[in-house]
T-cell receptor
Framework: GAGVSQTPSNKVTEKGKYVELRCDPI?????LYWYRQSLGQGPEFLIY????????DSGLPNDRFFAVRPEGSVSTLKIQRTERGDSAVYLC???????????FGPGTRLTVL | TQLLEQSPQFLSIQEGENLTVYCNSS?????LQWYRQEPGEGPVLLVT?????EVKKLKRLTFQFGDARKDSSLHITAAQPGDTGLYLC????????????FGAGTRLFVKA
């Protein structure tokens, strides 16, 4: 497909476990963004990449959260020692260049029991 | 901290009615976007406004950016059930970065 894809679509895990969420951006898009959306809220910025480097990771809530984009395409958001408060929809978006239109994926719904 | 406040939080109207939703901030934004999000999907961009006082129209939707670039409104004429969804405003600040700040959204339900 031509859009942003995210896997898995749903992830249920237990408190304390490690999870990885994957984002496949639109081919050729250099900028990639991660957001977290809690119920009844708008998306909350977590981190964005320009190419392989994290240009701004100021939205990551703590050091349990980490994201990589080793080849400047696919990105993985990693959450260690998950907590119930991490439950949310994690959205990924990409844009052709920084500050250009962002195209969002459908999100991964993470539930921490 | 930049904060975008949207009002109302929830709006339920009959098909054919007009409505306006608002997005306000105490901070100045370099640009402001309006998105629409449906359940189980990511937000989809409707419009970007950049210039203070700018008005853009998209079919039955009219978007306005405040003169001071701190607020915006979205007006829908003759709403239809297909307009149902979550309307989000989002802004990029003047801090030199590209962080996008979203409001909490207005959830619109249009009854047939």
């Amino acid at each position: 497909g031509a859009g942003v894809s995210q896997t898995p679509s749903n992830k249920v895990t237990e408190k304390g476990k490690y999870v990885e969420l994957r984002c496949d951006p639109i081919s050729g898009h250099t900028a990639l963004y991660w957001y977290r959306q809690s119920l009844g809220q708008g998306p909350e910025f977590l981190i964005y990449f320009q190419g392989t480097g994290a240009a701004d990771d100021s939205g990551l809530p703590n050091d349990r959260f980490f994201a990589v984009r080793p080849e400047g395409s696919v990105s993985t958001l990693k959450i260690q020692r998950t907590e119930r408060g991490d439950s949310a929809v994690y959205l990924c978006a990409s844009s052709a260049i920084m500050s250009d239109t962002q195209y969002f994926g459908p999100g991964t719904r993470l539930t921490v029991l | 901290t930049q904060l975008l406040e949207q009002s109302p939080q929830f709006l339920s109207i009959q098909e054919g009615e007009n409505l306006t939703v608002y997005c306000n901030s105490s901070s100045v934004f370099s640009s402001l976007q309006w998105y629409r999000q449906e359940p189980g999907e990511g937000p989809v961009l409707l419009v970007t406004v950049v210039t203070g006082g700018e008005v853009k129209k998209l079919k039955r939707l009219t978007f306005q950016f405040g003169d001071a670039r701190k607020d915006s409104s979205l007006h829908i004429t003759a709403a239809q059930p297909g307009d149902t969804g979550l309307y989000l405003c989002a802004g990029e600040g003047l801090t030199g970065g590209f962080k996008t700040i979203f409001g909490a959204g207005t959830r619109l339900f249009v009854k047939a």
